[in-house]
């Protein structure tokens, strides 16, 4: 049973540069949410998919957007990328919006270096 | 004052040491509440789940909430070397992070052989 898969693991970007990053969830996980987690810190919340909607949102601005595909699968994208968007990114999935007992499955990330 | 406060450590003990690691966090309206396991360069997994106050045991692992202070709790019993880990709190309003887990920093532990 594969969990939760990211791609790529690691990718170099220019400041003002655009980026793209992959999800495809937990077999039979339908809900997938990302994470930004700088260094040192915990996950943020950047926004959460289910069914081919933003459901909710974190404190991030429109220079993050998603988007979720009929088979479940999401991509995070950022658009003019800023030194400080340098990152670990983690999706992690669930199913249902309120998943039986609350888990999070997280995915091993993608690491983003803005140069 | 942030939402989810957690010392980063590093917190260092002896192999077989009992473990005790805490947040404490300012929106009494979190029902929610896990720990989060980080091995270097990997993504979260997810230790212990809790709905509101209590504690909820498995294994060598005790997570305790205690609402009224705002405040959590992670025990490791019989710590062992491959406990050596990140440990993120994280906590939220409604079950499946609906509304986005808020974490805390995470605290960086190492269990010495």
């Known amino acids: 049973d594969a969990g939760v898969t990211q791609s790529p693991t690691h990718l170099i970007k220019t400041r003002g540069q655009q980026v793209t990053l992959r999800c495809s969830p937990k077999s039979g996980h339908d809900t997938v949410s990302w994470y930004q987690q700088a260094l040192g810190q915990g996950p943020q919340f950047i926004f959460q998919y289910y069914e081919e909607e933003e459901r909710q949102r974190g404190n991030f601005p429109d220079r993050f957007s998603g988007h979720q595909f009929p088979n479940y699968s999401s991509e995070l994208n950022v658009n003019a990328l800023l030194l400080g968007d340098s990152a670990l990114y983690l999706c992690a999935s669930s199913l249902g919006r309120q998943g039986a007992d609350g888990e999070l499955f997280f995915g091993e990330g993608s690491r983003l270096t803005v140069l | 004052q942030k939402e989810v406060e957690q010392d980063p450590g590093p917190l260092s003990v002896p192999e077989g040491a009992i473990v005790s690691l805490n947040c404490t966090y300012s929106?009494?309206?979190?029902?929610?509440f896990m720990w989060y396991r980080q091995y270097s360069r990997k993504g979260p997994e997810l230790l212990m789940y809790t709905y509101s106050s209590g504690n909820k045991e498995d294994g060598r692992f005790t997570a305790q909430v205690d609402k009224s202070s705002k405040y959590i709790s992670l025990f490791i019993r019989d710590s062992q070397p491959s406990d050596s880990a990140t440990y993120l709190c994280?906590?939220?309003?409604?079950?499946?992070?609906?509304?986005?887990?808020?974490f805390g920093k995470g605290t960086h532990l190492i269990i010495q052989p």
């Open positions: 994280a906590m939220n309003l409604v079950g499946g992070g609906a509304d986005g887990l808020t």
């Open positions: 929106n009494s309206a979190f029902q929610y």
